[in-house]
């Protein structure tokens, strides 16, 4: 799949997957909780 670079929704869609998926990782590591059993 080309996408074209007027396709700005799917550059949305995975600006917002990665912010989600690097907030997780730092509400992970942040955590109390946190130790050394989140799988990366």
Known sequence: ???KP??????LKAALSS?????E???IMSSPSYSGQATI
């Open 6 to 11: 007027g396709c700005s929704q799917d550059v």
């Open 25 to 27: 990782l730092l509400t």
């Open 19 to 23: 912010m989600a998926h690097v907030t």
């Open 1 to 3: 799949n080309i996408v």
